[in-house]
């Protein structure tokens, strides 16, 4: 089946503007995960949505960043106000259930430059 | 404090050479240790998942295993397709997360 989708796959952005990511699970997976990459290092946890809940949030930066997934599916990342700091890969993943030590399937990512 | 270290930062291995990259991990309570292969320009794919000290796992050239304090990634024979970032993580019961070392480059020359 279909793996975990994300658009855009680039974003190019100037300093101060909204910007809006998306992300697309496996279908079935009920828990969502977003990540951030920066060059040459692991992705950071940001945020876990089971179902249509954020049941963790704690790797948000700042209240710049925010993420919703309103249906359970579809999940938005919600950047307001960017800053050259925020340019990153912004990784999503989901998994079946959600359980501890389950394993996460990662889309392609979107490549973030704010300028 | 939750960490996951991997090293060599780096690995430039000739076809044929194999070798083996080290992650060391210091989570409370391990719930899981996770490879992926990330390529260039794309997300993580998943490799293997290991739960348990002494547990090992196969795949084509990658051999994953298990300790208390480390996970090491084997490869046999490597090719010149195995180049990629390999990239170790751990979840902790403590916190649930998957938390990543900063990965291993690896660069198989023919």
């Known amino acids: 089946g279909a793996g975990v989708s994300q658009t855009p796959s680039n974003k190019v952005t100037e300093k101060g503007k909204y910007v809006e990511l998306r992300c697309d699970p496996i279908?079935?997976?009920?828990?969502l995960y977003w990540y951030r990459q920066s060059l040459g290092q692991g992705p950071e946890f940001l945020i876990y949505f089971q179902g249509t809940g954020a049941a963790d949030d704690s790797g948000l930066p700042n209240d710049r960043f925010f993420a919703v997934r309103p249906e359970g599916s579809v999940s938005t990342l919600k950047i307001q106000r960017t800053e050259r700091g925020d340019s990153a890969v912004y990784l999503c993943?989901?998994?079946?259930?959600?359980?501890?030590?389950?394993?996460?399937?990662f889309g392609p990512g979107t490549r973030l430059l704010v300028l | 404090e939750d960490q996951v270290t991997q090293s060599p930062e780096a690995l430039r291995l000739q076809e044929g050479e194999s070798s083996s990259l080290n992650c060391s991990y210091t989570?409370?309570?391990?719930?899981?240790l996770f490879w992926y292969r990330q390529d260039p320009g794309k997300g993580p794919e998943f490799l293997f998942t290991?739960?348990?000290a002494g547990e090992e796992k196969e795949k084509e050239r990658l051999k994953a295993t298990l300790t208390k304090k480390e996970s090491f990634l084997h490869i046999t024979a490597p090719k010149p397709e195995d180049s990629a970032t390999y990239l170790c993580a751990a979840v902790s019961s403590n916190t649930g997360k998957l938390i990543f070392g900063q990965g291993t480059t690896l660069q198989v020359k023919p």
């Open positions: 993943a989901s998994s079946l259930g959600g359980r501890m030590g389950e394993t996460q399937y």
């Open positions: 279908s079935g997976h009920t828990a």
């Open positions: 290991l739960y348990s």
């Open positions: 989570v409370s309570g391990l719930r899981g």
